[in-house]
């Protein structure tokens, strides 16, 4: 689905980016791992065409997402959304639920306006809340419920392809699983292709198919999960695995 090739992304004298290269394959979660500041938000953002690469390339379905122009760039907009990381202050607080999860479906004219309401009941189904959610704003919600509504905004468009930026690192231990047990069915469910960003190495490994470990902007070790967890090679995911405890779900 994604061919990232040399990508570099220059902030003033900082190489947040620097040369990385890898492949997002259709229907798989890619965990993107690393510390704070190693650059994978970065990557994950110029993924989205948020911000544009100092060099390199980003294929989406053979194309390069930065000469994606009038409706093949509102296709890619609609294709590939974003769950962010903290459900706090990603959701409007003057905005109930229902108005958060159906701007985008308004903004992409993606059903009559009469069928609004339907799909918003819809789309909260998805992540387990209640229809009667829509008329809540988001300070009369848990943190987890925030983030199941994040997750309903993101999927408001029928996307094939999200980038979820570390969306449980500000929640509970238990909220943490239910989060990572509701994308794991919605990936099977919808036929998703994920990028799973996450400092924790050990969150990842019952979520992600494959991993890649970025450290001070490059690209240091990648491969099946499984190989990772029980061979890495690399003396930084090394430490990363010995860290921090794991996570069932």
Avoid: W
Avoid at 19 to 26: E, G, H, L
Avoid at 130 to 144: K, N
């Amino acid at each position: 689905m994604f061919k990232v090739k040399n990508l570099t992304k220059i902030f003033g004298s900082i190489k947040a980016v620097d040369d990385v290269s890898f492949n997002i394959m259709k229907g798989e979660i890619l965990g993107l791992v690393g510390e704070s500041g190693s650059g994978k938000t970065t990557t994950g953002r110029i993924l989205l065409r948020l911000i544009s690469p100092t060099s390199g390339t980003v294929k989406y379905s053979g194309k390069d997402i930065f000469e994606l122009k009038n409706e093949e760039l509102k296709k890619f907009r609609e294709e590939a959304q974003v769950i962010f990381q903290d459900p706090y202050t990603s959701l409007n607080p003057r905005m109930r639920v229902g108005e958060t999860i159906g701007e985008p479906v308004l903004i992409h004219n993606l059903v009559e306006k009469d069928k609004i309401k339907e799909r918003i009941g819809e789309l909260l189904n998805l992540v387990h809340l209640p229809a009667y959610y829509s008329q809540r704003y988001p300070h009369e919600l848990s943190g987890g419920e925030r983030q199941r509504v994040g997750i309903a905004r993101a999927l408001a468009t029928n996307p094939k392809f999200l980038v979820a930026d570390e969306p449980v690192s500000s929640l509970d231990v238990t909220v943490q699983a239910e989060i990572l047990k509701l994308l794991l069915e919605l990936k099977t469910k919808l036929g998703l292709t994920i990028l799973f960003i996450a400092h924790d190495l050990m969150i990842v490994q019952n979520l992600c198919d494959r991993v890649a470990v970025m450290q001070k902007g490059k690209l240091v070790e990648k491969g099946v999960t499984e190989k990772i967890f029980c061979h890495p090679t690399h003396p930084y995911t090394k430490i990363l695995l010995e860290s921090i405890p794991q996570i069932k779900i």
